[in-house]
């Protein structure tokens, strides 16, 4: 088995702050999520990346950058954070590229507050 | 535009019942069906699928009815437990690699 970890747990910003959440997976995946769920809303894609060193946008992609320099790690910035905001940022990994029967693996997740 | 919708948005029942979660979708290409279920404090966890090509799959208590006409499908738990209280999210794929999550369903077992 293989773990997804998120960093940091907790993570409290302020307004226009940039932020940069981090996560690691050792399953060896080729694909790497970053997801946003907010109370209500479920979870909307952001980034995901099928290999090192690509990126592709998800629905929710603006006011986000994201980098994928190794295989095993994927990391999220918030460009300019927002004040009251509040939600809590899933990582994610799946095996293959491409194919839509995959299991996605979730982190614990990275809880945003921005005073 | 949301593309997976659930209902109810929470719901409530005694051990022993069996709870029905409903979900509908727009995108006729969709062709996988993931029910993921999550603790507070933990991601969401692969709970069972279905894939177009069914109407029904069963696993243990866990069941899921396909409806592909009617782009609707169903999570049944029978024989509920408080074990089971979470929050359920229905989603959906084509064949790319973008999974399509809903709202979500509360589900709250009382002993």
């Known amino acids: 088995g293989g773990i997804i970890t998120q960093t940091p747990k907790f993570l409290i910003g302020q307004e226009g702050q940039k932020l940069t959440l981090k996560c690691q997976q050792n399953f060896n995946h080729d694909t790497m999520y970053w997801y946003r769920q907010d109370s209500g809303k479920g979870l909307r894609l952001i980034y995901y990346s099928i290999t090192e060193n690509d990126l592709q946008k998800g629905d929710l992609s603006e006011g986000y950058d994201a980098s994928r320099e190794k295989k095993s790690s994927f990391s999220l910035t918030v460009t300019s954070a927002q004040k009251n905001e509040m939600a809590v940022f899933l990582c994610?990994?799946?095996?293959?590229?491409?194919?839509?029967?995959?299991?996605?693996?979730f982190g614990s997740g990275t809880r945003l507050t921005v005073l | 535009q949301q593309q997976v919708r659930q209902s109810p948005q929470s719901l409530t029942v005694w051990e022993g019942e069996t709870a029905i979660l409903n979900c509908s979708y727009e995108n006729s290409a969709f062709d996988y069906f993931p029910w993921y279920q999550q603790f507070p404090g933990e991601g969401p966890a692969l709970l069972i699928s279905?894939?177009?090509?069914?109407d029904k799959k069963e696993d243990g208590r866990f069941t899921i009815f396909f409806n592909k006409r009617e782009k609707k499908l169903s999570l049944h738990i029978a024989d509920s437990q408080p074990g089971d209280s979470a929050t359920y999210f229905c989603a959906a794929s084509a064949n790319t690699n973008k999974v399509v999550f809903g709202t979500g369903t509360r589900l709250q077992v009382l002993p």
């Open positions: 279905i894939l177009s090509v069914s």
């Open positions: 994610a990994s799946s095996e293959r590229t491409g194919g839509s029967a995959e299991t996605l693996y």
